[in-house]
């Protein structure tokens, strides 16, 4: 293990915010993890570096979380069990399982960041979450370095939640996922979003698992800007949950305000129609902004400070909460 001091992560975080680390390792394995949780307690943990907002340098260990590797643990008729390591990127997960068939995680296509940190945030798109094929995790205790099984029950899923960002936040770190997933009559779901019009648009009536990814790949691409040219970290708010009896009252001075029904007395609204009612779409500060074709996704244009970009995400959730009564949660783990 190669440890190095006054470590610049700019390459290491999809916003390209510049910040140094006190100090970094990268580990590739549980017995290199656990040697250096052995000696370093306060540590901060790095995976694809996808979700997040650096707005300091951070003034201890980083540790980054290397690890390869992908198995099919076990299969039967109908499913099969594949385990991926937490340093495998999640996009090349989902190609490989679609490669072979593997059927439940088309519809995260292109999600950037690492398979480690899908349970966490319980990352979800196109009416898809983790948690609906999630069989299991291997992590280990930071204060331990024992490793233990979570189970999808122990994990407490939520939206974009999960027992890693509550009870358990910086305890644990993840080493490797398994997924239960389709060999044979595959669930295919279209419903959501512009999948279905995708489709049509290549006259496509009985989709393939690829021909869901590559339709979900265009429509991110078509919306989403590509990290490695323009700084990003995909959604940076959470689409609001609010209660139908509020929704209602909004709606009588907003009657064009779109929602997705939760439960019988839980609406969701989509934080992007806020965002862009609100006048921020397209909106650039600096470097620091609002993405042109996606309102949700702030950008780094080029040298904006974390501290600028977090500046920008405050003055939207005060405007939507002065506009609406609505307030909005950033997605993004703010550091």
Known sequence: MNFQSNFQLKEYNTFGISAQAKEFVAVSNTTELASVLESN?????????????????????VVHINFKGIEIVKDDENFVWVKAQ?????HEFVLYCIEHNFGGIENLSLIPGNVGTTPIQNIGAYGVEIKDTFDNCTAIEIASQE??????????????????????????????????????????????????????????????????????????????PNPKELGNSGSFFKNPIILKTDYDKIKQNHPEIPHY??????????????????????????????????????????NATGQEILAVSKDIQQTIFEKFGIHIEAEVNVI
């Open 86 to 90: 937490a340093g495998e990127n999640w």
């Open 261 to 302: 029904v939760v439960s019988e007395t839980q609406v969701k609204v989509p934080a992007g129609w806020l965002i862009e009612q609100a006048g921020f779409k397209g909106k650039r500060f600096g470097d620091a902004g609002i993405h042109k074709n996606q309102a949700l996704v702030l950008v780094n244009y080029g």
């Open 41 to 61: 307690r306060d540590i901060f943990v790095l995976g694809g570096g996808s979700n997040m907002l650096l707005t300091k340098d951070i003034e201890k260990l």
């Open 147 to 224: 490793l233990k099984s979570f189970d999808k029950t122990t994990c407490n899923f939520g939206y974009r939640e999960s027992v890693f960002k509550n009870e358990l936040k910086n305890q644990y770190i993840i080493t490797d996922v398994t997924f239960k997933l389709t060999k044979k009559n595959h669930k295919i779901n279209t419903s959501y979003g512009a999948i279905d019009a995708e489709l049509e648009k290549e006259n496509i009536t009985n989709p393939t698992l690829k021909q869901v990814s590559d339709a979900v790949i265009a429509i991110r691409q078509s919306k989403l």
